[in-house]
């Protein structure tokens, strides 16, 4: 699987829009928003900190671990399958924390959980993240399974997980959609700049996925050692 072009520069690029998304982000929920937290009267700030951990846990964490393989091309792969596997697993944890943020406001703000499409994709992904999760530790890390099968079972691998961390994508996209509708019908200025700053992060983040799915399909050198095998034979 590869475009012909060299991962590194896609990689730099993602790198670069990771950064920027955090940041706007982080200044959305705490500068616009007011804060986050865990307990509070103020049970926005518990609602604050769903966006926070979706965005740069579970999906800028997500995708730092599909593009391992390409930012340490010369590293031992078992390192890097290992790496690939912990910051999966950073990244399921703080998905998770972060649903069950928005579970917490909702239940303590009278609010009705699971109405939305963004809610029921959100829950999906983050199940069907779990299950890939699962499968590649037993098929490629413990048990692990024979040569011949990873060898076998890895195309599929790579494609689901991009279809999920495409999933993911989606569902982050209509969450700051929905949000953003919630607060302007609340009186949010439309045209203001909380508004631009929430439909920008969206776009910073439509243009991160996009770079992080290319250089997942662009090789990490141009021209691959012959006897290069991601799953070796023996």
């Given amino acids: 699987m590869g475009l012909g072009e060299r ?9 670069a829009l990771a950064v920027a998304a955090a940041a ?6 705490i500068h616009f928003r007011g804060g986050l937290a865990f307990e509070a009267t103020n049970k926005n700030l518990i609602f604050n900190v769903h966006p926070v951990l979706m965005l740069i846990g579970y999906i800028i964490l997500g995708s730092e671990a599909i593009m391992v393989y390409k930012v340490l091309p010369t590293w031992k792969h078992d390192t ?4 690939h596997l912990i910051l999966h697993a950073i990244a399921l944890v703080f998905g998770a924390v972060g649903i069950y ?12 959980n699971l109405y939305s499409l963004h809610s029921w994709l959100g829950i999906g992904t983050i199940c069907l993240y779990g299950i ?20 076998g079972v890895l195309p599929w691998h790579i494609l689901f997980g991009l279809f999920v961390y495409i999933l993911a994508l989606a569902t982050a996209e209509l969450g700051f959609l929905e ?15 909380e508004a631009f700053l929430v439909n920008f992060t969206a776009l910073i983040v439509v243009l991160f996925g996009a770079s992080v799915v290319v ?3 662009s090789p990490a050198r141009v021209e691959e050692p012959h006897e290069y095998a991601p799953i070796p034979e023996s």
């Fill in 101 to 112: 943020c928005a579970f917490k406001f909702h239940n303590e703000s009278g609010i009705a």
């Fill in 132 to 151: 890939q999760w699962i499968f590649g530790f037993v098929a490629f890390f413990f048990p692990r399974a024979s040569p011949s099968v990873r060898k």
């Fill in 179 to 193: 949000k953003l509708t919630f607060l302007q019908s609340s009186g949010l200025d439309k045209y203001g700049a």
């Fill in 80 to 83: 890097t399958k290992l790496i």
């Fill in 24 to 29: 706007m982000v982080l200044v959305w929920c």
């Fill in 215 to 217: 250089a997942a399909v």
């Fill in 7 to 15: 991962a590194a520069p896609f990689t730099y690029v993602a790198h």
